[in-house]
């Protein structure tokens, strides 16, 4: 990744880039670069915070490209950020942990709300329905094909043949039931 395209996506100079590479900053993604230096940089003095950035950072790039890509993005920085608090954790470097940990909190609740909006979005592009309409859906599939089993028997020559239709209906129907019961019981939604 490029020195300027790194510092355009950290909101700093060029040249702090290069001065925070040889202390050893990752260069490879903005989101490396910031988990690094969200570790290794003290908390920034100004008003705002890391978690601001990236979100102004991915606002702006939101017009060229989809939001899949942005939400990849915000889960990467949850991962990154979730590392370099479990590495200052085992340190034991305590100033550092209380500014990383509110980061880490604004990073996780940017990436739920996302992850929110991104299953509005597919419910509404019909991608996703709800447990409710996918029983309807299901009901209304198996309407029609039952009524018409349940009339197998009536086709019958004789009433020997009608007695065996309607053991075997009996038979799937009973099948079908418990198959839909068990479904149940494994999903947990009995």
């Not at 060029?14 to 925070?20: A, D």
């Not at 260069?27 to 230096?37: F, G, I, K, L, P």
């Not at 039952?146 to 349940?150: E, G």
């Given at each position: 990744m490029s020195i300027r395209a790194l510092a355009a996506g950290l909101g700093i100079s060029?040249?702090?880039?290069?001065?925070?590479r040889k202390k050893g900053m990752p260069?490879?993604?903005?989101?490396?670069?910031?988990?690094?230096?969200l570790t290794y940089v003290a908390a920034p003095t100004t008003a705002k915070s890391n978690v601001v950035a990236l979100h102004e950072a991915v606002s702006a790039e939101a017009g060229h490209e989809d939001f899949e890509a942005t939400l990849s993005r915000l889960r990467h920085t949850e991962r990154c950020t979730s590392?370099?608090?479990?590495r200052l954790l085992?340190?034991?470097k305590v100033a550092e942990i209380a500014a990383l940990r509110r980061e880490h909190v604004g990073v996780v609740k940017a990436l739920f709300d996302a992850e929110t909006k991104a299953i509005r979005i597919a419910e509404t592009r019909g991608k996703l329905i709800t447990l409710d309409r996918a029983l309807s859906m299901i009901?209304?599939?198996f309407t029609e094909p039952?009524?018409?089993?349940?009339q197998l028997p009536?086709?019958?020559?004789?009433?020997?043949?009608?007695?065996?239709?309607?053991?075997?209906?009996?038979?799937?129907?009973?099948?079908v039931k418990s198959a839909a019961h068990r479904s149940l019981e494994q999903t947990g939604t009995n």
């Open positions: 060029p040249t702090r880039v290069v001065q925070l260069t490879d993604s903005v989101e490396s670069a910031r988990a690094w230096r590392q370099a608090l479990e085992r340190e034991g009901s209304e599939a039952l009524i018409l089993l349940r009536d086709l019958g020559r004789d009433t020997a043949e009608r007695a065996r239709l309607q053991t075997f209906v009996n038979g799937v129907l009973d099948a």
